[in-house]
């Protein structure tokens, strides 16, 4: 996963919202204010996500993985968000169903073909218990910063601020 911008600037720690439209516009805020994504990514990734639910009931934590296209972005980039209470999102492939959701994992991509290699190395740690909860219980950035950059398996673009 090369040249993928990845900084504990864009790792948000007990982040608070009411919805999921609150927790989405508050991490594409941050990623618009820091040149990664366009203005017209905020408005996308919400209406991607109230089309296409990003939800998924994984084991000690639910997850969400909310992107749009390529289009609204400037610069490859993952944000990840850890919630101060669990926010209710639609489930993957079935967005009647819903989970709590306690770690969201922003995808900004500028190719999709990197989205596709991205979201399966995430399905990875998706599938490992100890690693979401690891994360979801996690108060330094830069322990999420280099956790993720090792499973992942990319080099960080950006540093570690």
């Known amino acids: 996963m090369s040249n993928l911008y990845f900084s504990e600037s864009i ?15 508050a991490m594409a805020k941050n990623l618009v204010e820091k040149g990664l994504v366009k203005e017209s990514f905020t408005e996308a990734i919400i209406a991607r996500e109230q089309e296409y639910a990003t939800g998924l009931p994984t084991m000690g934590v639910s997850v969400a993985i909310p992107h749009t296209d390529i289009e609204h972005v400037s610069k490859k980039t ?7 209470e669990p926010v209710d999102f ?8 819903i989970t709590p959701v306690k770690l ?3 995808l900004a991509m500028d190719k999709t073909d990197s989205q596709l290699s991205l979201l399966t190395k995430l399905m ?17 950035k830069s322990e999420i910063l280099n956790l993720l950059a090792t499973k992942l398996d990319f080099a960080l673009e950006g540093g570690g601020q």
């Open 11 to 25: 790792i948000l720690l007990d982040l608070e919202g009411s919805t999921k439209e609150d927790v989405l516009r």
């Open 104 to 106: 969201v994992f922003m």
């Open 90 to 97: 639609g489930v993957m492939g079935d967005p009647t169903e």
């Open 124 to 140: 990875q740690i998706f599938q490992d218990e100890a690693i979401l909860l690891q994360l979801a219980n996690e108060n330094d």
């Open 78 to 84: 993952m944000s990840v968000a850890v919630l101060k």
